[in-house]
Each structure stands twice: as C-alpha cells, then as structure tokens.
C-alpha cells in the first residue's frame, strides 16, 4: 500500500508517519522508484504499537525505541521482547519505601514463588505504596497482602493465557495496552464489588 | 486534651485545626471558660478523617462536609455511613462509555449478583473503560471481565471482612484510605503476576 493508505488504515496523519520514518520508529518501505515506497500489514501493526506506547502508556521516544529493538531482536525470546516494554511503563508508585518495606515486599515475593528481574522497578514500587499505608497508620498485614497476591496471580494467568497474537509487535502492543486499560477495570471492579460486600454485611 | 495536644496528637499545625472549627468539619471541644476548649480522642480520629479524604482522596471540602454528615447520622446504617464517602470518590474514569457497553456492565453485574446505589458512579466508570479498550481494538472478552469480577470479589471481601474499626469515624477514615492507597500495590502485584506468568510460560 502507499503512504496515503498507510495513513488511512491508521488513522495517522501523513506528516506523523513521516516523522516516526525519520526518528526510525518505522522501518522504510520497499522503495519503488526514488519517491515513493509500498508499505504492509507490518506497518500498520507496528504505527499500532507506537501510538500504545505514546499515547497509553506515554512513553519518551528514548523508551519506545528500546521496546522495538528488542522486538525486532529475534535472539531475545518472546517473555523478554514483552517484558521490555513491561519493564518501560511508568512505576505507580515513585518512592521506594525503606528497608523495611523493601525486606516485607522480599517475603511476598518469597512466599508467592515470584521471581522478579533484578532492573525490575516493580520491587520498590511496592514498598514505596507499603510505606504509604505504614506512615498514614495503616500498614497492611502479611494476610491482606496474600489474598492480593492470589487474586493478582489469577488476574495475570487470565492475561498472559489468552494472548493469541502470533506477531511480536502485535503482542507487545496487546501487553501494553491491556495492562495499562485494564488497570481501571480492575479498581473500579473491585470498589464494585466493595460496595457489595459492605452491603451484604450491613443487613 | 487542650489545643495544643490537639495539634501534637493529629500532626496538624494549630491555624488549621482552627480553620478546621471555623468551617464545621471537626466538632466543637467541651468549653472551659471563655477561651479554653477541651478535646478528646473523637477529635483526633475526625482530624485524621478529615486528613485521609482531603490529602488522600482529593475531595473538595463539601464533598468532606458530606461524608461527615452521614458518619453523624445515626439513623443512616454503617454500610450507608461508609458508602457516603466510598460514593464520594472521585470515578477512575471521566467518560462513561455507549450503550453497548453500559448494557455489557449491567450483564456482568447481573452475572455476579453485584448490587448498585442507582447514583453509584462506579457503573459509568466501568463502561466507560470498556469503551477505551474498544476504541483501541483491544475490546475485553467476558471471560476475562468474569475473571476480573472473581478476583475483586475475593479483594473485597477480605477488605471488608477485615474491618475491626468499631467507631464511624475511623472505619470511614481505614475505608477510605485502604480503598485508595491499596489500589497501587493491588496494580505493581498484578504487574508482578504478569511478568512471572510470562517467563513461565516462555521457558
């Protein structure tokens, strides 16, 4: 297809695609003559990918940019390709806690059989919301935070199970945006459900 | 206890505790001749009440009068008293979808027996986050939404269940914050999961 196809199949303007050519977000096209180039479905998926990645979950260039060259990296496996755009989303939580929220987040991590990479940000955001709850006097007990981790080992077997794109790209976009738009799913269903469980009690 | 235990009690500057009077958010003391003022621990827990709904949750103060209207209440139940400030949070998301996905919302409620105030604005919320996973072509499955729905339901009632608060003010103040500030560390968890479930299944 041509550029103004591209653009139509989309929904980007053509002087997006162009800039996105420039800074090699997008691989060129098949050159067809000196101005014009054919483009194809891998396009389309990979304009997907950069929009889920801008617009979504907001990410600087710098970032998308290393998420799609460890997709294009064949010799990283499928988990890593994923996990480099997972591990490039914004923390939720931007302190880190103390040590002894740090060692508390270590035993949860122990006792669910979850390893986490060692760059991972996920360990210090979950301190730094522990710490939160400790300094406004409600630390939460080991007993709260193991039903969490049950219900969120249920959620993400349901995630990561019932991916079925086949395209790296494809995936990463899925990953990223389900993850992120998900998340208010999550927390509205559970305040849902809150209200509910208050309501039964109350009778 | 006098102002200035008050203050060293709550950790709140004297000026705003004497806003806090003037603005009829925390009840008068007990008078003690024409300028003195005795308080107690019920003042405490309303300050830090009145702390966690500002500072945590972002309310406006008339929203804040609301809430501590109904924790005085008696003759509102717990279930309403708490539910006045859950149904004063501010709705995780601002749009509140189409048709299609409101109907989509009632199904799921209808299908786990969930229960809402005809003003909750937890049912616009929810299809209104349906709708921007439908916009960016990633609409959610029903397996997935029930998944969601199973794993709140098991959330809520362990936060429910585990209210030991026997006084309004505070099982108001631990609703509100736990509502709120567990929601991060329910998210990092979720991210945790994901990862986890990935590497699994990529090995």
Chains 1, 2 share one sequence.
Do not use: C, F
């Amino acid at each position: 297809m041509w550029m103004s196809e591209l653009s139509k199949r989309s929904g980007l303007p053509v002087p997006t695609i162009k800039y996105y050519l420039r800074e090699e977000l997008l691989p060129p096209g098949e050159a067809v003559g000196a101005t014009r180039a054919n483009y194809d479905d891998s396009h389309v998926r990979r304009l997907r990918l950069v929009r889920a990645l801008t617009d979504v979950a907001g990410m600087r260039l710098d970032d998308v940019r290393g998420v799609l060259a460890a997709i294009d990296d064949t010799s990283l496996s499928w988990h890593e390709a994923i996990g480099s755009a997972h591990t490039r989303l914004a923390p939720l939580v931007a302190d880190s806690g103390s040590e002894a929220e740090q060692s508390r987040v270590q035993a949860v991590l122990d006792r669910h059989g979850w390893q986490l990479d060692e760059h991972s940000r996920h360990r210090d955001a979950l301190a730094g919301a522990l710490a939160a709850l400790t300094t406004l006097g409600h630390p939460p007990k080991d007993e709260l935070l193991d039903t969490y981790a049950e219900a969120a080992d249920l959620i993400a077997e349901h995630d990561v199970g019932s991916m079925r794109e086949t395209d790296r790209a494809a995936a990463a976009e899925h990953a990223v945006v389900s993850t992120l738009l998900l998340e208010p799913v999550l927390l509205t269903m559970r305040r849902i459900a809150q209200e509910n469980a208050s309501r039964r009690r109350s009778r």
